[in-house]
């Protein structure tokens, strides 16, 4: 088979996670093509060990960036749930398989614990244990977490700290700020981070919104 035809196969299975038995069916129904599973698994393994080299690169590369936004994502291999580790910016983007979610995951990648920079993440406390990193929280997963507080918890503060990120990041994607308006912001931010604080400070310890104010 050529290598256009690996590619696809590649393509089809990883990228769009189509089940062999389909790949298949898709190369004799769209390609007039009789291609056999072992065959495509037989491909996967041969692309897996050309990108060794590319996966090295990448892992260097990830080590030189200022920013790097961390998450992980859950996936069945073989019906055996796995997790997918993603780091990734606007440059690169590094996809990592393991068995385990946490820190063993961590420790077998041998990566994190050389990165030097900012890490943006979700607070997921096994990154925390990478001291000679700056932490960032993710936005996405900030608004996630406000947007609970406010619905579920009844949190009025949650809706004002939500609208002035948002605000911000539509601010910030139209303009650069001054020094004078970048002390305003960090101002306006400690009033609203304070006035959480002070609205949970009564809250039980099994509510998300008091942990959560404490972040901020």
């Not at 056999?36 to 690169?57: A, Q, V, W, Y």
């Not at 932490?135 to 996630?144: I, S």
């Amino acid at each position: 088979y050529s290598s256009k035809v690996s590619s696809l196969v590649c393509y089809y299975s990883q990228v769009q996670l189509i089940p062999a038995i389909r790949v298949v069916q898709i190369f004799k129904d769209c390609h007039g093509l009789e291609i056999s599973e072992g065959t495509i698994f037989n491909m996967i393994s041969r692309m897996n060990k050309n990108l060794e080299n590319t996966e090295d690169d990448l892992k260097e590369l990830a080590l030189e960036q200022k920013i790097l936004h961390a998450d992980e994502t859950s996936i069945k291999v073989n019906g055996e749930s796995c997790w997918v580790h993603v780091l990734s910016n606007g440059i690169i983007t590094l996809l990592l398989g393991h068995r385990s979610r946490g820190m063993k995951a961590l420790n077998d990648f041998n990566l994190l614990e050389h990165y030097k920079n900012t890490l943006i993440h979700d607070n997921f406390s096994m990154y925390f244990s990478f001291e000679e990193m700056r932490h960032g929280t993710c936005g996405a997963h900030l608004v996630r977490e406000l947007e609970f507080a406010e619905d579920i918890e009844g949190q009025r503060w949650a809706h004002k700290v939500k609208t002035f990120l948002l605000d911000l990041n539509e601010l910030l994607k139209n303009q650069k700020l001054s020094t004078d308006e970048k002390t305003r912001i960090e101002v306006s931010y400690d009033e609203l981070a304070n006035e959480a604080i002070l609205a949970t400070e009564q809250m039980g310890s099994g509510t998300k919104s008091r942990p959560l104010a404490r972040r901020l």
